[in-house]
């Protein structure tokens, strides 16, 4: 293994619960003065989001708010967003909610003040510098879920409206320069979106920490927060109100984007081409595929995962990490095949060629062929 690699870490956190009340000075800290609050369709109504806004208000940074935002979020909500964010003379993202809004309200900030068209800046090569750097707009991030950690992310997941792919667009600047983990604000998730997105979390670090990248840092965090998950999602699951469980997760989303920076692999790799042609749930969807994706890097990761199981007070090594997997989703209602998670006549052979052209597929242990891929998916449906 070549020890060469080029390595980059996060940014400010205020961690804490009631942190939300800070939100002003995260602004000022940020340079924002007129600031566009910008979250998905379900939590602009939801009274946290109306707090929020209060805040602002009250410290003179107004209460601009764009909510068009799909649950997978498309390349016409990006349009419209940055429509009402030119016209409004705003100067700054507030990127509030869960996976998608957070996507969104990264890409409108980068694309403020870009002349190129979006899919010029797909995450591939050395693509993100032909952005102006200059023309990207700062973003204060506000997870409102915990899960995708896209709040110490560099990149967002856009859909394509005309090919129904998911794209990853990726720029460091991307990155929020202040970031309000508050756990309070993820006490009213439904239980099915606490254990999707906190499945996610998971999803992202045992993907890290199976790339056979070198990225130490990433690995050692990969192991905490996979231990983090185990020990607190279920606690989140049981009791939404359990403040301490929901800090320890809004902790490893976090760890888990910080971590993926050493790769994903085949769970994000089928479950992207999956989300962007049936519309299913993303993390719920890195579920589904995760027993199956275990099994097929079994070989190439099994001595791994039985010091991670041994870290984490799981028996029985990589076999008993597998086995831990199988009943947590069980325990959460999580279906065991994609047909049950509403997937209905798939197109396997656009599926199998998406997923290959999807760049996850690189930190997979295990090289993803036409054939390989075909039959973990035949597999999970």
Known sequence: MGLTANWSYP???????????EIGGA???????????????????????????DILEGEGLGRAIFFEVDANPTDLNLYEGLRVYRSG?????????????????KTIAFMAGQTRPLWDFEDIGDWWTRADPAGIHPIVAVPTTAGTGSEVGRASVITNSETHEKK??????????????????????????????????????????????????SQGIALEGMRLVKDYLPRAYADGTDIEARAQMMSAAAMGATAFQKGLGAIHALSHPIGAHHHTHHGTTNAVCMPEVLK???????????????????????DGFRAFVDNLNDSMGIPKTLTALGVKDPDLDRLVADALRDPSTGGNPVEMTEANTRALFEAIL
């Open 11 to 21: 940014t400010a956190v205020r961690f804490g619960a009631g942190r939300i009340s």
């Open 89 to 105: 003379g705003f100067d700054g993202v507030i990127a509030f909610g869960g996976g998608s809004g957070l996507d969104l309200a």
């Open 27 to 53: 602004c000022m800290a940020a340079g924002i003065k007129r600031p566009l609050l910008v979250t998905d369709r379900g939590l602009a109504s939801m009274e946290i989001t109306s707090r929020t806004l």
């Open 168 to 217: 990853i667009i990726f720029h460091p600047k991307m990155l929020p320069s202040v970031v309000i983990c508050d756990p309070e604000l993820t006490v009213g998730m439904p239980k099915f979106i606490t254990a999707g997105t906190g499945l996610d979390a998971f999803a992202h670090c045992v993907e890290a920490y199976s790339s056979p990248h070198y990225h130490p840092m």
């Open 296 to 318: 097929f890097n079994a070989d190439a990761i099994r001595s791994r995962f039985d010091m991670a199981a041994a870290y984490m007070g799981i028996e029985g090594g990589f």
